[in-house]
């Protein structure tokens, strides 16, 4: 089931759905063993933990893991969830209508050419339409993976700090409705 679709500028045609276990775990589990998202996901566990953590995610009230794909491929893992009623809503001025981002593109050669940020605007502007209330989006990138923060800033987010979460010190990005127009 597709949730949302968008023709991404030298990239191709993207779409969102949500992550299904009998179909995604093990690409997720090959991805998450990846040298470019192991030391910033700290997700390189077992398949069978692997498939605990996506079922506890896609239960959750607040947030859904999701599969991208580009041209039918997929390429990307996202988690996009509500703020408020996310841990995170203890570690800054949250409003009630607040989104969260993260994401992670998966194949290392699909990394390096400006597609993560094409993706994330993409993405960035689904959260937008779907809530007309939301005024943010929020992400919390572990703040030595420069790279994402990187394609964050091109994406409009701004730093508004660092935070000590319990797994990681991440820079607080946020992205307001008026930098999507």
Partial sequence: MTIYTADIPRGGHFALRPV??????????????QPHIVPFWQLAIGRDELAVYLRAKASADHEGPLIG?????????????????????????????????????????????????????????????????????????????MRMIHVFTRAGFRKAGEIELPDKRAALMVRDREVCG
């Fill in 20 to 33: 299904d276990l009998e179909v995604d775990l093990d690409l997720l589990h090959a991805w998450m063993h």
């Fill in 69 to 145: 794909c580009l041209d039918g491929r997929p390429i990307s893992y996202w988690e996009a969830y509500w703020a408020a009623r996310d841990p995170l809503a203890a570690y800054y001025e949250v409003d009630e209508h607040d989104q969260g981002i993260h994401l992670l593109i998966g194949p290392p050669e699909c990394t390096g050419h400006g597609l993560g940020l094409r993706l994330l605007e993409a993405v960035v502007a689904w959260q937008f339409g779907r809530e007309p209330r939301t005024r943010r989006v929020v992400a919390e990138p572990d703040v030595r993976n």
